[in-house]
Each structure stands twice: as structure tokens, then as C-alpha cells.
């Protein structure tokens, strides 16, 4: 039985679909993308996605306005979801127009067009796996004024990924650090590296590790 014949035949997730997700496609977020998910990719998504598969743990994306960057968070936020045990995945990013009305939504389209879309219970800022209760997607947007407001985050996979990253400053930049504590955790940062005066900046000027 092919791996899509497999697929079309889930429904609700139970031990065996999820055991097959995960062996299949644990080490392959772009197989997960175009066979699970049912999506597109261009070139510098796969290359992106491809980065996840090696083993990288700390990632930074520079892209500019409507250029896929919401849709392969998207890909990348469900596949970890899905193929590492108890896995928490966190947004965050300094709107929430584009955390809620952007991100989340492009998550929730791609889910409930995917071939695992009765496997996912939706809320505000939230989208779990149904019968779990520890594993979800959340969603909080950053405050410079409150930077502990996004602390406390923690899971032994833990996938963080941080969408306008140069609009993050050095205090929320502090807190988003304490939440990838394992060795496991892994964190995405995404923006354009405009404003000198970040974090986000001086990583693509080689100042940051």
C-alpha cells in the first residue's frame, strides 16, 4: 500500500496512523508538506524545510511581504505537531493581525485541507490534537512592556517560531531564549532584518550566534 493510499484511508487519529506518521515522515517535513498536507512548494521553501531536516535547531529566515513565508510556517508548525511526541508548538510575532488573522488562519486552512484533517481541534490562538490535551499549537502575541507575558513555555520537543523577528526587542528577545531550554527545542525566527538596532539585525550581521 502506497504512503497516500495509507493516508486517504484515516480518520480520526489512533495509535496506528499516528505511529505511521511519525516513522514515515518524522525525518521529512517536505514529504510530510506534499503528501500529507497536500502542498505546494516553491524552491526556497523546500531549501528552508530541507534545513529542518538536517538536524538545525536554530533557524533564520529573511523574506520580504507575501513571499510564502506564512504558508511554510504553516507546513512546518503541523509536521513537528504531529511527528514528535508531546510536542508544543509556539507563535508569536509583534501584531496580531498577523499572528491570529494570518498565521493561524493559514494553519487552520492547511490543516482542514490536508489528509489528516479530523485529527485537529481549533480555538482562539489555539489548534490541538485531538486526544491530547498537552499537545497543541499556540499562539501569544510579543509586548515590549511585558516580555514575561510570553515566558514559561516548555516542552522537551518544543517548537518556537517568531514571525516579524525585527520588530523583537532585546528584552522579548531574553524571553523568547528562556522558553528553547531543551536540547530538542527548536526556533525559527522570521522577518526582515531592517532595523539595525535588534537582535534579529545582528544575527545576519554575525553578532549573534
Known sequence: MSNITRLQKMNAPNTAD????????????????????????DIWQEEFLSHI?????????SSGNNA??????????????????????FLTANTTAQLYDASM????????????????VYSQ???????SDTMFISAKP???????????RHAEYFLQIVDEASAISQPVWEA????????????????????TETPFHKIWKKELP
Open 18 to 41: 499516528v505511529l505511521f506518521i511519525v516513522k514515515t515522515y518524522k525525518n521529512d517535513p517536505i514529504g510530510f508538506a506534499k503528501e500529507v498536507l497536500r502542498c505546494n512548494l
Open 53 to 61: 531536516a538536517s538536524g538545525k535547531k536554530r533557524i533564520a529566515v
Open 68 to 89: 510564502g513565508k506564512t504558508y511554510v510556517v504553516g507546513m512546518l508548525a503541523l509536521w513537528y505537531l504531529t511527528t514528535h511526541p508531546q510536542a508544543q508548538v
Open 105 to 120: 488562519n493559514t494553519i487552520r486552512i492547511i490543516a482542514q485541507n490536508s489528509l489528516i484533517n479530523n485529527w485537529f
Open 125 to 131: 490562538g489555539k489548534i490541538g490534537l485531538i486526544g
Open 142 to 152: 510579543n509586548n515590549e512592556q511585558k516580555p514575561e507575558s510570553i515566558q514559561g
Open 176 to 195: 523568547l531564549s528562556g522558553n528553547v531550554s531543551t536540547d530538542a527545542s527548536v526556533w525559527v525566527v522570521i522577518g526582515n532584518p531592517t532595523r
